[in-house]
């Protein structure tokens, strides 16, 4: 059951950029840590960023291209995607959780709620 609702996907062309954000569905979730995973057709969801502890995480595949923040009046955070390649494209899913220890924060299944996910599409 999705806990959390993203918003801000679509098609854009190479070199593009695109928003992306997250916020709770329901009620207000208890959570130490916030993520975005994507996954593309026939490959495993992987990690593209977190938030945890005052510290944010990137993979290298978007290092220096997206920046991750918060909006803690509105429970929210979002993905800010530029320069964006077609090898980008995946649907993107935010994820938080409770109890996510430091090793774990690339890890899917660290995290209790998720999403129901975002398209992104990135053509040349």
């Known amino acids: 059951q999705e806990q959390l609702a993203e918003s801000g996907g679509g098609l854009v062309q190479a070199g593009g950029a695109l928003r992306l954000s997250c916020a709770p569905s329901?009620?207000?979730?208890?959570?130490?840590?916030m993520g975005w995973f994507r996954q593309a057709p026939g490959q495993e969801r992987e990690f593209v960023s977190a938030f945890r502890m005052g510290h944010t995480y990137y993979a290298d595949s978007v290092k220096g291209r997206f920046t991750m923040s918060r909006d803690n009046a509105k429970n929210t955070f979002s993905l800010q995607m530029n320069d964006l390649k077609t090898e980008d494209t995946a649907v993107y899913y935010c994820a938080a959780g409770p109890g996510v220890i430091l090793s774990r924060i690339r890890t899917p299944d660290a995290y209790a709620y998720w999403g129901q996910g975002t398209q992104v599409t990135v053509s040349s």
């Open positions: 329901g009620r207000t979730l208890s959570r130490n840590a």
